[in-house]
Nanobody, 121 residues
């Protein structure tokens, strides 16, 4: 069974840094896209950053310059390095993968359970 597991969330002071990680496991064939989304209280889930299998990245305008996404294709992990954090960054961060598995060869969406990031003033 395919599973995405996140780690690295927590409480940080405004201006501080955090690094989130996500590991995909299961009988995975390929992962065309991996990324991070976030959902603040009372808000819709929104894209933070994505990276495709070729290393091409995409960022939300609100985080560009402060956040870097990277992936390790050898172990199917994706990381989100965050710096200069603001209270507005407070949200539950979700790992996302568009991937194909041996069980389901056609690429489909998978989501992690989410990890809380809280930025205090």
């Amino acid at each position: 069974q395919v599973q995405l597991v996140e780690s690295g969330g927590g409480l940080v002071q405004s201006g501080g840094s955090l690094r989130l990680s996500c590991a995909a496991s299961g009988r995975i064939f390929s992962i065309p896209v991996m990324g991070w989304y976030r959902q603040a209280p009372g808000s819709q889930r929104q894209l933070v950053a994505t990276v495709n299998s070729g290393g091409t990245t995409r960022y939300a305008d609100s985080v560009k310059g402060r956040i870097t996404i990277s992936r390790n294709n050898a172990n199917n992990t994706v990381a989100l390095q965050m710096s200069s954090l603001k209270p507005e960054d407070t949200a539950v961060y979700y790992c996302h993968g568009l991937l194909s598995s041996y069980e389901f060869p056609v690429p489909r969406d998978y989501w992690g359970q989410g990890t809380q990031v809280t930025v205090s003033s």
